[in-house]
């Protein structure tokens, strides 16, 4: 079987198009979409998300902040800026890059952005949202993983979809998507016995396990659709999935590359969720003072 790369760069460039055409269309109703990136500390790879994501920002028409601050920030203090970017009406999204330093409590961080301005979906508002089957903001890659099968024109409806991996991050939230699109969902994790009795009955498997080359090819129904959410680094720097990808090559019908599978659209869905808040924050406040501000 010849096993179909789904290109997860291509698709973001193509999508990306289309949100450069709705940041110009709030360009011309006076408002320029705005978000705010926050990192606490020093991390390497946070410091090279952020980067991409700013760079991402300006390439669609989209004003960032970078909010830098440094690894011994109190927690106090970080709520007291993100406070401030709530109230900022040149801010329509705000992200708090994760991991946060041990000192400060993720989850009260989280809580503490504006449902609205929760560029990420992480905040418990949109997770309820999400998980009752009502509009959210949908966490990115979750958001990517559903536009990358769309794209490829697949229909979850009917067929079984498992994943592995339950983070809050991915695993659930894009477990309750494909629940409401009509799949039926196991969710796999580290207690769970035997994965490959699973795994090897997934039409859609989802890989987000966040262990690198978990899922081997023999662990893959053939003709299944492979979407990798993985990305680690081995001790030799190369970078890889979730999914061992050379031994699933020939045993799925379709499989997200990493890099340039997932991780492309994951920053495009960021892009999207900041101008969906800066439509709904711009209608929400036509005709007064509130919407001329932003301008």
Excluded: W
Excluded at 211 to 220: A, I, K
Aim: aromatic residues 2%; proline residues 6%.
């Amino acid at each position: 079987m010849e096993t179909r790369l789904i290109d997860g760069l291509a698709l973001s460039n193509r999508l990306r198009g289309a949100l450069r055409e709705r940041a110009d269309a709030l360009h011309a109703r006076g408002v320029r979409p705005g978000l705010a990136l926050v990192i606490v500390g020093d991390d390497a790879a946070s410091r090279v998300y952020v980067r991409n994501k700013v760079k991402a920002c300006a390439d669609t028409g989209i004003y960032s902040e970078h909010v830098e601050l440094p690894g011994d920030t109190s927690e106090p203090a970080l709520l007291e800026r993100i406070g401030a970017l709530n109230r900022d009406p040149r801010i329509h999204g705000i992200l708090v890059q994760l991991p946060l330093p041990g000192h400060i409590a993720r989850e009260r961080v989280l809580q503490a952005i504006a449902p609205d301005k929760d560029a990420d979906g992480f905040h418990p508002l949109n997770v309820g949202l999400l998980a009752t089957g009502q509009p959210a903001t949908v966490p990115c890659t979750p958001a990517a993983v559903m536009a990358l099968l769309e794209s490829e024109g697949i229909d979850p409806r009917g067929q079984h979809a498992v994943v592995v991996g339950q983070s809050n991050i991915v695993g659930k939230p894009v477990a309750h998507l494909l629940l409401q699109k009509g799949a039926t969902v196991t969710i796999c994790n580290s207690k769970t016995r035997v994965l490959a009795d699973h795994t090897r009955r997934a039409d859609i498997l989802v890989a987000a396990a966040g262990r690198p080359q978990l899922v081997t090819g023999e662990m893959v129904k053939p003709g299944a659709v492979v979407i990798d959410v993985g990305i680690n680094r081995l001790p030799n720097g190369k970078l890889v999935g979730d999914v061992e990808f050379q031994s699933v090559l020939g045993v799925a019908a379709r499989i997200t590359p990493v890099p340039g599978g997932v991780g492309p659209m994951t920053v495009t869905m960021l892009l999207a969720n900041t101008l969906a808040a800066a439509e709904r924050q711009a209608t929400a406040g036509a005709g007064s003072a509130s919407s001329t501000v932003r301008a």
